[in-house]
């Protein structure tokens, strides 16, 4: 028999149980009694004051990304609540496992529509991966378990747990369960098909112009090394997903960079042009495939993920391979014959050459452009010695065109929701999961200013986030959709920005801005030397496109591509 | 049939009687747009596992893929697809007819002619319960339109795979116990 234990206190203690050392938040109403047995019996959970509820769950998610580990939120009812659902969305697009603790109205109180109150679990159903209302308490220490265990395992996703408040004040006798009855979810049934793995080793062996796409799942799975060992000994190229950057070396000789709308040329040639595409980890979306008819046209594809409902998705596949990503690699190594393709990877480093003699930074500008700053910041952190959290738009692009990543998991990014904000807070949770890790937010100065308030939250922890504003006073990849598909028609795109450099001195950041090009590196120094957190304000030229460009809904073969100059500038 | 055919299915779901689990399950079929056309819940001979037959309109993908999600859904124990499986289906409809002096005995003629029942009669009305397969509860309703309908309720499918055909229906799992095979994401 347990001891009796409050609602609140089977919270912190399954917590501890679960490993779990930090947690993001913002307490309120709902969740006070929860907050108020944390301090009472000083668990050893630190608890990281967010200054808004989606920083908070932004938070979990990019401590997850960076450790690999459960992310935890705890906010509260209501605004408390809804204000989590973006960040919910995000992670759930991106396969992130976080658990969120919600406190609701008391039982009493449920569905009056008092103060505070909105029904949490309806609205957070479509972005979790499971979810939870507890009006009982005896409910509780179960669906804390099996929270933990459904976010972690299979395809990780966010899950939501809303805790009535009297049930936190309840009490009862408790110990943490040891066994779970889950008898609809079967995470460890995980090894792939052996008919599918042959089917796969085989047409790989058998193919002319092979290539891999590689995705989150393989860092997931922790595949990196058994991916690498694949390409090398069958001698086929690697694309990654923009998730998947950092599961291949992106210097390796087989890097084919990552695909997709804005992937390089020769990444997008090669995806067409292929006769047996192997995409593993990746789902497959519209941002990488382009029309999903236009797709690889002369491929015979294998699709290998963990979830069976990506197989056929989006596109029709010859081989689906459903299992996790290392046992999948690890079968198929068993199956793979050593190989070479000459002339197929002499293609591709011909077009790797044309793409090069277009390349922007090889263009004559004195202008200030971020790939630019994006290239100086790999040479600044030693090549890439340290973790990128980038926001989304255009800078995001730019990063992930023009900074290599070489390490797993040094890339964390919103690729599926694409929520703009998210950096900021989410290299606040990457910083905290990994305190020696040198942390740069790379942030466009609309999706900087979505989430800025969270400034406070570095300082008040104390966190060396180095953080890198791309400034050109638009939103810069609408004005980019505007000037490509609306006639250069700026509607809402242009920005009026505060001083950031001021802004960031008034939490007590020091800051520069950075207006020409000779500055970057001695600036990027800068902010390295500092012992804490530094903020620089990149004021770039305002009109330069991301490119290469594939049109929405177009095949990846119809690429705008440079020179920069005919398209830009006026 | 190509893989761009739509077709019927008539599908069902086992899923544990747990609180907000047809929201779920209602809720994965409106965001994903699948073409619901009826959904039936009720208990099964398991206590605390729920029944639910629907028919849904899909091509061989749309199908496939509302299997996998579904089965996805942590509480949906299975999903088999009863469309190629010999299997008894009905529905049951409620019908309330205007119904007077001089129609009455026409409109009770019909009820025997398609073995309905009258489970409730007024100065002005009937009501009538038929269970039946959908298309003759259609040959009914057309029939009795001629006198009013005053309201009507149909409960939408329900189905049962037939004794001599239970093997099939195994073989028909979602999930084997090792896995998804290979020939279970074929499309036609």
């Known amino acids: ?570 | 049939m190509t893989k761009q055919d739509v077709s019927r299915h008539t599908m069902i779901a086992w899923v544990e009687d747990k609180p907000g689990v047809l929201n779920r399950v209602s809720g994965l079929f409106g965001r994903r747009n699948y073409n619901i056309e009826s959904l039936t819940v009720g208990h099964s001979e398991t206590p605390g596992v729920s029944r639910m037959t629907f028919v849904v309109r899909g091509t061989d993908r749309d199908i496939q893929q509302v299997r996998m999600q579904l089965y996805k859904l942590i509480n949906v124990l299975d999903v088999r697809d009863l469309t190629d499986i010999p299997h008894v289906h009905y529905e049951m409809a409620l019908i309330k007819v205007h119904a007077v002096n001089g129609t009455r005995a026409e409109i009770m003629r019909l009820v025997d002619i398609f073995r309905a029942d009258i489970v409730d009669v007024d100065l002005t009305s009937v009501t009538i319960r038929l269970a039946s397969k959908e298309d003759r509860i259609n040959a009914l309703l057309r029939l009795l339109q001629q006198f009013g309908i005053k309201e009507m309720v149909r409960s939408g499918r329900l189905a049962m795979v037939r004794g001599s055909a239970e093997s099939e229906l195994e073989e028909e799992s979602s999930k084997s116990e090792n896995g998804y095979a290979v020939e279970q994401f074929e499309l036609n």
Not at chain 1, 192 to 215: T, W
Not at chain 1, 366 to 387: F, K, Q, S, V
Not at chain 1, 405 to 416: F, I, M
Not at chain 1, 430 to 457: C, K, R, Y
Request: proline share 6%; hydrophobic share 40%.
């Open chain 1, 1 to 570: 028999m347990g001891e009796m234990k409050t609602g609140g206190q089977i919270i912190w203690e399954s917590l501890v149980q679960e490993g779990v050392d930090v947690v993001f938040g913002i307490p309120g109403g709902a969740i006070l009694p929860t907050y108020d047995d944390l301090f009472k019996y000083n668990y050893p959970i630190h608890h990281v004051l967010a200054t808004h509820e989606q920083g908070a769950t932004h938070m979990a998610d990019g401590y997850a990304r960076a450790t690999g580990k459960v992310g935890v939120a705890i906010n509260t009812s209501g605004p408390g609540a809804t204000n989590m659902i973006t960040g919910l969305g995000t992670a759930y697009m991106d396969s992130t496992p976080i658990v969120a603790i919600t406190g609701q109205v008391s039982t009493s109180l449920l569905g009056r529509d008092g103060f505070q109150e909105s029904d949490v679990f309806g609205i957070s159903m479509p972005v979790t991966k499971h979810n939870y209302l507890i009006t009982n308490i005896r409910d509780l220490p179960m669906a804390l378990k099996e929270a933990f265990y459904i976010a972690r395992t299979g395809r990780p996703g966010p899950v939501l747990i809303d805790v009535c408040k009297d049930v936190q004040q309840a009490s009862m006798e408790f110990e943490y369960p040891s066994e779970l009855n889950l008898p609809g979810y079967h995470p460890h049934q995980n090894e792939p098909d052996p008919v599918a793995v042959r089917r796969a080793a085989q047409m790989l062996n058998e193919a002319k112009r092979p290539r891999i796409v590689a995705g989150q799942g393989i860092s997931i799975a922790k595949a990196e090394r058994e991916l690498r060992q694949l390409a090398e000994i069958a001698n086929i190229p690697v694309a990654t997903s923009l998730l998947g950057i950092g599961t291949f070396p992106s210097t390796h000789p087989l890097s084919v960079s990552w695909g997709g709308m804005h992937g390089e040329a020769y990444t997008n040639f090669a995806m067409q042009e292929c006769d047996v595409m192997f995409a593993i980890g990746a789902r497959l979306d519209d941002r990488l495939t382009g029309a999903f008819e236009t797709f690889a046209p002369k491929a015979r594809i294998i699709h290998a993920d963990l979830d069976p409902a990506e197989m056929n998705k989006n596109l029709t596949i010859d081989t689906p391979v459903v299992g996790d990503a290392l046992l999948t690699m690890r079968e198929l190594l068993t199956q793979i014959q050593p190989n070479e393709h000459p002339a197929w990877i002499e293609q591709i480093e011909e077009w790797k050459s044309d793409s090069n003699d277009r390349d922007i930074l090889a263009q004559e500008t004195d202008e200030l452009i971020a790939p630019y700053i994006m290239r100086e910041l790999w040479h600044a952190t030693d090549e890439g010695n340290c973790t990128v959290v980038s926001d989304v738009g255009q800078h995001q692009m730019w990063e992930a065109q023009y900074f290599r990543h070489t390490k797993r998991r040094s890339l964390l990014t919103s690729g599926g929701l694409g929520t703009m904000g998210y950096a900021l807070p989410a290299a606040i949770g990457a910083q905290i999961g990994h305190p020696e890790e040198e942390i740069w937010v790379v942030a466009g100065d609309g999706g900087f200013q979505m989430t800025m308030n969270e400034l406070s939250t570095i300082v008040q922890e104390r966190l060396p986030v180095k953080l890198a504003i791309i400034n050109n006073g638009f939103l810069g990849m609408v004005r980019q959709w505007q000037d490509v598909f609306y006639n250069k028609r700026h509607s809402g795109t242009p920005l009026f920005n505060p001083d950031f450099v001021k802004i960031a001195e008034a939490y007590g950041i020091p800051a520069r801005s950075v207006t020409r090009k000779e500055e970057v590196f001695d600036a990027l120094r800068e902010a390295q030397a500092f012992d804490g957190p530094f903020l620089l304000d990149f004021q770039v030229e305002e009109f330069t496109n991301v490119y290469p460009m594939v049109a929405p809904a177009k095949s990846n073969a119809d690429m705008i591509r440079r020179p920069i100059s005919e398209s830009e500038g006026e």
